[in-house]
């Protein structure tokens, strides 16, 4: 596995330039590569509590269907499992994707909870 900074995947917001490299520092940012060309990639959180959170699963879309994403979120679970700190993966999909629901409970994962993000809005006119 390689992790990489490209150079182009600078911000411009200065409140989040620095965080691409600091997630590569501290070795957050995993790169599945085939052939010398990156066709996975995800991110993963710091060790809190004894969980890490794996996030920013993508496959560029020329390269999907192979199962590239789920062999590296398997990868990088035992590598982190490894780890003394971590006793638990997490990882979030969308309910309404049953394609990645599944693949996931084929690796492994299981669905413990659901949530669901609310915007409040003031009322109009208020």
Excluded: C, K
Aim: overall charge neutral; cysteine-free.
């Amino acid at each position: 596995m390689l992790a990489r900074r490209y150079p182009d995947a600078n911000h411009d917001d200065p409140e989040v330039a620095h965080l691409p490299t600091v997630a590569i520092d501290q070795g957050r940012i995993w790169i599945w590569s085939m052939n010398g060309r990156p066709v996975a990639q995800l991110w993963t959180t710091l060790a809190r509590y004894g969980a890490v959170r794996i996030g920013g699963v993508y496959t560029p879309p020329e390269f999907r269907g192979n199962g590239y994403a789920s062999a590296l979120a398997t990868a990088v679970s035992a590598d982190q499992l490894s780890r003394s700190s971590v006793d638990v993966i997490m990882l979030n999909t969308q309910a309404s994707n049953a394609m990645t629901n599944n693949l996931y409970r084929r690796h492994g994962f299981e669905s413990i909870f659901d949530t669901m993000a609310v915007w409040l809005q003031p009322p109009y006119g208020a």
